[in-house]
C-alpha cells in the first residue's frame, strides 16, 4: 500500500522570498537563495524544510536544527548549525504560519470534499430557498425552505441548514454541521458535526417536574469566525446568543443561550460557557474552562485551563483556580500549601 500524500506545496520558495514576504532579516545574504519546499517543527526538520523557534524554553533546540532555514528570534542567532539559513523575526510563529499558508494553501481552509462544483443534484434543496452563483453544496446536504447561501460558500455532505437560516460569502459548513435559528456572516467555518441553534437549556420546575421554557431568540454569528468540530451553540432564550467578529472556538466546546462573546476571542477545547455569560473582546480561555451563569468577562482577559469561575472579572486581568482567583493569589495559594505540607511531613507527630 503506498503512503498518501494529502498536502502538496504550490512551489518552492527562496529565503530572501521568505525575508520579504514576512519583513523577517536575512542574516547572511549569501544564503539567499537556500529553496524551501515544507515545513516542518523544530525537531522534524530536513532538507529542504523551513523551521521556527519562539521562545526561552526552546533555545536549547537551537543546535539540533537540520533544516534549509529557521525562523527565530535574535537571541537564538548564535547557537543555530551554520549550514541553516537564519531569518530573524520579532514574531517567528507568526511568520512561520504565513509560509505555511502559502506553501499549503489547501491546508490553511476547507474545501468541497467530493470535489463538486456548484449544487449537487444529490442535495435536497427546497424551491424557495436562495443559493448565490459561485457557492458549493455537496451531495446528502439539505437547504430548507427560506435559507440563503452566499457565493464562494461549501456546504459538505450531510450538513443540514434550518428554515429561513442566511449563510453569508466565502463560508465553510462541514459535514453533518447542522444550522439553525442562525444568521451567519462571510468567511465563517463552522467544522463537521457542529451543532448551531438548537433550543437554550430553559426549564423551570412544575407539578409534574422540570418543564420547558420557550426558547425564541436566534444565533448571530460575525465574520471570520471559526467553530470546532461537535462544538454546540445554544440559541437565545428571548434575546440573541452572539459571537464576535474573529473569535475562534475550539472542538467540544458548549456556548449556552444568551451568551454573548466578543470580538477576537480565543476559547480551547472543553469550554463550557453556560446561560447568559458576557465576553468582552479579546478573551482568552484555555481548555476545559468552566464560566458560571450571567458573569461578566472583561476585555483581554486570560483565563487558564480548567479554572472554574464564579465571580465577574475586570479588563485585562488573568485569573486560574477552581473557584478562579487572580494569577498572582492563586500561585501565593499553591505556595502556601507546598510549604505546608513540607512541613507536615517533617513533622514526628504529623
Known amino acids: 500500500m503506498t503512503d498518501p500524500v494529502f498536502f502538496v506545496p504550490t512551489r518552492r520558495y527562496s529565503a530572501i522570498e521568505v525575508a520579504n514576504l514576512t519583513g523577517a532579516s536575512l542574516v547572511d545574504p549569501a544564503r539567499g537563495e537556500v529553496e524551501i519546499s515544507g515545513i516542518a517543527s523544530a525537531t522534524d526538520g530536513r532538507e529542504g524544510h523551513l523551521v521556527y523557534l519562539e521562545g526561552r524554553r526552546n533555545a536549547g533546540l537551537a543546535a539540533s536544527i537540520r533544516a534549509a532555514a529557521v525562523l527565530c528570534t535574535s537571541d537564538i542567532v548564535d547557537s543555530v548549525p551554520a549550514s541553516v539559513a537564519v531569518l530573524v523575526s520579532a514574531r517567528p510563529q507568526a511568520a512561520f504560519a504565513a509560509i505555511g499558508r502559502l506553501l499549503f494553501p489547501a491546508a490553511a481552509s476547507p474545501h468541497a470534499l467530493t470535489g463538486e462544483t456548484g449544487v449537487s443534484p444529490?442535495?435536497?434543496i427546497d424551491p424557495s430557498a436562495h443559493i448565490e452563483e459561485g457557492a458549493i453544496v455537496e451531495a446528502g446536504a439539505v437547504i430548507a425552505a427560506g435559507a440563503s447561501i452566499g457565493s464562494g460558500t461549501i456546504i459538505a455532505p450531510n450538513a443540514i441548514i434550518g428554515r429561513n437560516c442566511q449563510v453569508g460569502r466565502n463560508?465553510?459548513?462541514?459535514?453533518?454541521?447542522c444550522i439553525q435559528y442562525a444568521l451567519i456572516g462571510d468567511r465563517v467555518i463552522v467544522h463537521g458535526g457542529a451543532m448551531i441553534g438548537q433550543d437554550g437549556f430553559g426549564f423551570v420546575g412544575g407539578a409534574?417536574?422540570?418543564e420547558r421554557i420557550p426558547q425564541i431568540g436566534?444565533?448571530?454569528?460575525?465574520?471570520n469566525v471559526e467553530i470546532g468540530t461537535n462544538t454546540t451553540?445554544?440559541?437565545g432564550a428571548m434575546a440573541d446568543t452572539v459571537i464576535g467578529e474573529g473569535t475562534k472556538i475550539d472542538n467540544l466546546v458548549q456556548v449556552a443561550h444568551n451568551v454573548r462573546i466578543g470580538r477576537g476571542c480565543i476559547i480551547a477545547g472543553h469550554c463550557g460557557l453556560s446561560g447568559s455569560v458576557t465576553l468582552g473582546d479579546g478573551v482568552m480561555l484555555g481548555g476545559r474552562v468552566g464560566l458560571a451563569d450571567h458573569v461578566t468577562i472583561g476585555s483581554r482577559v486570560q483565563i487558564a485551563a480548567a479554572s472554574g469561575v464564579m465571580n465577574d472579572i475586570p479588563d485585562g486581568e488573568r485569573w486560574a483556580g477552581a473557584p478562579a482567583m487572580p494569577m498572582r493569589d492563586f500561585f501565593r495559594q499553591v505556595a502556601a500549601i507546598?510549604?505546608?505540607?513540607k512541613a507536615r511531613k517533617g513533622d514526628p507527630h504529623g
Open 122 to 124: 444529490r442535495a435536497h
Open 233 to 235: 451553540v445554544d440559541r
Open 338 to 341: 507546598k510549604t505546608l505540607a
Open 208 to 210: 409534574a417536574g422540570p
Open 171 to 177: 463560508c465553510y459548513v462541514g459535514p453533518s454541521a
Open 218 to 223: 436566534r444565533v448571530v454569528i460575525q465574520d
